[in-house]
Nanobody, 127 residues
Framework: QVQLVESGGGLVQAGGSLRVSCAAS????????MGWFRQAPGKEREFVAV????????YYGGSAAGRFTISKEDAKNTVALTMRSLRPDDTAVYYC????????????????????WGQGTQVTVSS
């Protein structure tokens, strides 16, 4: 079974930057995509970004707004989400997810296509 562990969350001032990471282990050869979702209190889970396993295709949700970048670090078996120009409405628990499905990159925006989820890491942006 795949295990996903997020790290890098914390408190950051508005306008600042933060990088959250997701380390994958256990059966990763069956994975085809890694994505990031976030959930703020009282709101539904929101798609943020996805990258395919080879790292040559990416897709971003509206929440990224050109400010976030997803990347895959093969040497570390890690997927990172680099967030810049952060705003208070970016405050949420950020979840890493992995999918075994073979899909068009935009289809990974749906939470239902993911098979594994991390525990989440809290990102708080102060105003």
């Amino acid at each position: 079974q795949v295990q996903l562990v997020e790290s890098g969350g914390g408190l950051v001032q508005a306008g600042g930057s933060l990088r959250v990471s997701c380390a994958a282990s256990g059966g990763t050869s069956r994975l085809n995509a890694m994505g990031w979702f976030r959930q703020a209190p009282g709101k539904e889970r929101e798609f943020v970004a996805v990258i395919n396993w080879s790292g040559n295709s990416k897709y971003y949700g509206g929440s990224a707004a050109g400010r976030f970048t997803i990347s895959k670090e093969d040497a570390k078996n890690t997927v990172a989400l680099t967030m810049r120009s952060l705003r208070p409405d970016d405050t949420a628990v950020y979840y890493c997810a992995a999918s075994r499905s073979v899909l068009w990159i935009s289809d990974y925006a749906l939470w239902s296509v993911y098979d594994y989820w991390g525990q989440g890491t809290q990102v708080t942006v102060s105003s």
